[in-house]
């Protein structure tokens, strides 16, 4: 693994923060264990004002320092990270070996590495769910609903499964 700027990534492409729309499949997990994490950009993705929202810079900069907002205990904190992307160098080409975008963007990285800033390290970022992520993104209380017990096969403090789906329908 090695550290690398994007202008060094991608080399006659100009990087952008995002381009041509923020969407869900934007969201490309690499080598980290953090689906949960990338789950809930991507549902957030579906509203592209909420990913832009996080971010105090909204350009691409020569010093290759970016501001985003996160909540820790419902509390907007910023959290700084610079531009250094873990990599992988092949024989012409230098890949993000962790969470990158479809194509020049940065949006994904940048988050990625500022959820991992918070846990201490990328591996420590490993493992989690979704509604825990998504209370750190968004500020507002999340929850997660069990849709079957494995020991009994009921759906825990849901009477029914169309119960289940609306409580789906209502948290989207």
Not at 89 to 105: L, Q, Y
């Amino acid at each position: 693994m090695q550290w690398f700027r994007p202008h060094e990534i991608w080399k006659g492409q100009e990087p952008r923060i995002y381009e041509n729309g923020i969407e869900p499949s934007d969201v490309n997990q690499g080598y980290l264990g953090n689906c949960y994490f990338l789950a809930s950009l991507s549902a957030l993705a579906e509203f592209p004002e909420r990913i832009e929202a996080l971010f105090c810079t909204k350009e691409v900069n020569k010093a290759g320092i970016y501001a985003m907002n996160f909540f820790i205990n419902g509390i907007k904190q910023v959290v700084i990270v610079d531009d250094l992307i873990p990599c992988r160098v092949f024989a012409n080409s230098v890949k993000p070996i962790f969470a990158n975008s479809k194509s020049h963007e940065l949006w994904v990285i940048l988050l990625e590495k500022a959820w991992a800033k918070l846990h201490g390290s990328y591996k420590r970022s490993e493992s989690g769910y979704p509604y825990f992520s998504m209370s750190h993104i968004t500020g507002v209380p999340s929850q997660r609903f069990l849709h079957d017990d494995v020991t009994t096969g009921k759906i825990p403090s849901i009477n029914n499964e169309a119960d289940f789906y609306e409580q789906i329908k209502k948290a989207d």
